[in-house]
């Protein structure tokens, strides 16, 4: 039999194969898929600096810019709160690596405080040893309990001192400082650390710090601000990203990548070539920003084309959109060892039917309408949940576009409002059993994730909200100076789906469920407590010393009328 005629007679089987593969492994749109994931899935949980740290002037820190957004009189953070607190995390890291433990993490995703290390934001005028201990520290104790640590570098808290003196990610020269910064983490640390991400959601950072002003530094420069400075920090990321390939890579063998957090983009009208157009530019204005001249060497056409368009509409000579040269297209194309996403919901997208007159923006560039379904608005509803399916299609879409890129999720999770103060969070329960399941998924249809982190470990400084949305795994009690920390029932579940490496069977799930949410009824009765136990004691503090005073007196009282009296 010649090969040909071999290659034909196969043809049909091994299509009957792939359709029998096909058919079994692809998991259904609706039905829960129970599995587990691949040997060695990374299970994680994180947090940032800034909003968990405080100690926010101590052991030498220089300020942040958010340090000076949150203490500025222009109150633009709900309740006026500032972080300088926070959870107390620069007092209590090792408490929370405690925590981590408990719940079996692999690894910990927490970011430096780039002000902390080095206190002016540049690295040859002064290195704060301290800094460098305390992180030092915290990295010894998670690899002591199994946890690896997967360190972000810039997590929002960029050096005051750089933004006073130069303008922040306006200015270009902010690659070379952020280069240096990147390269003492990798000397002081990268004998230890393995896994590193230069930004952490960089089109926020951008977006609200400088077109919205919402974020620190609160520059409202529409439509021009924001891209300058991501022009900046992408090729800080590529500098960092080269620092470490040329320098440290063959002595420290880690890995070097960047998080961007996106939301998924569904077409209103999935029969509308409009809406999927539209959708797929929400999604190439969010993710390909950063994404595609990393990726792929340069911003996304669908954003070349339109901001180019609209800057000569608007009588500019350049395109608003800062373009790269040939020569920093090849240093940016190729420098992430992986691809860091971060999630949280769904958006349905159409196209703006109007064109909008309040001049050049991020949102007029983008010119679409961002929809809701309205059930996922209420929190703590189970229809929030009912947008899962866009992160299996978010993760899908990452792997075609991007190459199937090694993918650690870097942020997925919920938030809960102030007042929801207890500990049984079923609804949270259920965002990450279905979220995590979609993951799961997206692994059955090829895309290639090695790890997730459930954001976040603790409640925490939330930003422009303040302390107003709880993400924590653990509550904490703000109110308390020590600010306590106490287990959620979400952190339960997590730890089973950890231990379980996902979902066995709907037996096991089911028990967890349960399980969780007995424990933490027990846990809210017993903080419920709390202040009474702490009456008690107050009360048995006063009354101690007052029944033994009276006891004296009537012994003393007895004994004079017993001597007083005759005989
Ligand atoms: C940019 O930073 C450099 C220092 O690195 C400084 O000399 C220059 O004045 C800054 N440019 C602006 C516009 O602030």
Request: net charge neutral.
């Amino acid at each position: 039999m010649s090969p040909v005629q071999a290659a034909t007679l196969l043809w049909p089987l091994l299509l009957l194969l792939g359709l029998g593969a096909a058919g079994e492994g692809a998991p259904g749109e609706t039905s829960f898929y129970y599995g587990t994931f691949p040997p060695g899935f990374s299970w994680g949980v994180g947090s940032s600096a800034f909003q968990t740290e405080g100690a926010w002037n101590q052991d030498g820190k220089g300020p942040s810019i958010w340090d000076a957004f949150t203490h500025s009189s222009k109150r633009q953070v709900l309740g006026e709160e500032t972080a300088d607190s926070a959870c107390n995390g620069y007092f209590m890291a090792q408490e929370d690596v405690l925590l981590l433990r408990e719940l079996r993490a692999c690894h910990y995703r927490f970011s430096l405080s780039w002000p902390r290390l080095l206190p002016t934001g540049v690295r040859a005028e002064q290195v704060n040893e301290k800094g460098i201990k305390f992180y030092s520290d915290l990295i010894d104790a998670l690899l002591r309990s199994n946890v690896t640590p997967i360190v972000t570098l810039h997590h929002w808290d960029l050096p005051q001192l750089l933004q006073g003196r130069f303008g922040g990610w306006q200015n270009a020269s902010m690659a070379s400082y952020f280069r240096d910064y990147a390269d003492l983490c990798f000397e002081a640390f990268g004998d230890r650390v393995k896994h590193w991400i230069t930004f952490s959601d960089p089109r926020t950072m951008v977006e609200k710090g400088y077109e919205t002003g919402e974020h620190a530094p609160g520059l409202q420069l529409r439509g021009t601000g924001l891209y300058q400075a991501a022009h900046h920090i992408l090729k800080a990321h590529a500098q960092a990203w080269h620092a470490y390939d040329s320098r440290w890579r063959s002595r420290q063998h880690g890995l070097v990548g960047i998080s961007l957090n996106c939301d998924w983009g569904e077409p209103v009208d999935i029969n509308d070539p409009s809406d999927i157009e539209a959708a797929e530019r929400y999604l190439q204005f969010c993710l390909g920003w950063f994404a595609n001249p990393i990726y792929a060497g340069d911003y996304p056409q669908v954003m070349k084309d339109r901001i180019g368009r609209k800057s000569t509409e608007q009588g500019l000579d350049l395109s608003r959109l800062p373009a790269f040269s040939r020569q920093e297209k090849r240093y940016i194309k190729g420098t992430s060892d992986f691809l860091g996403l971060g999630h949280f919901t769904t958006r349905y997208v159409t196209e703006q039917s109007h064109p909008s007159r309040r001049g050049p923006s991020y949102q007029d560039d983008r010119d679409l309408v961002e929809l809701v379904d309205p059930n996922w608005l209420a929190l703590g509803s189970q229809g929030l949940c009912s947008a899962a399916w866009g992160f299996r299609r978010l993760l899908h879409f990452a792997q075609i576009q991007y190459g199937n890129p090694p993918i650690y999720v870097t942020e997925n999770g919920a938030a809960q409002k102030l007042h929801c103060t207890q500990l049984c969070d079923e609804w949270r329960i259920q965002y990450l059993k279905e979220y995590i399941n979609e993951m799961l998924k997206a692994l059955k249809d090829g895309a290639n994730v090695k790890g997730y982190t459930c954001w976040s470990l603790l409640d925490k400084f939330e930003w422009e909200k303040g302390y107003a949305d709880r993400y924590g795994l653990y509550h904490v009690d703000f109110t308390v100076r020590s600010k306590p920390r106490y287990p959620k029932a979400s952190a339960h579940f997590y730890k089973k789906i950890i231990a379980a490496n996902g979902f066995p069977g709907p037996r096991e799930v089911q028990s967890w469920h349960q399980e969780a949410l007995e424990t933490c009824s027990v846990n809210n009765q017993l903080r419920a407590a709390e202040p009474l136990l702490d009456h008690l004691h107050l009360a048995s503090e006063i009354a101690v010393p007052t029944v033994c005073a009276l006891c004296v007196l009537i012994a003393a009282l007895l004994l004079t009328l017993l001597l007083r009296s005759p005989h």
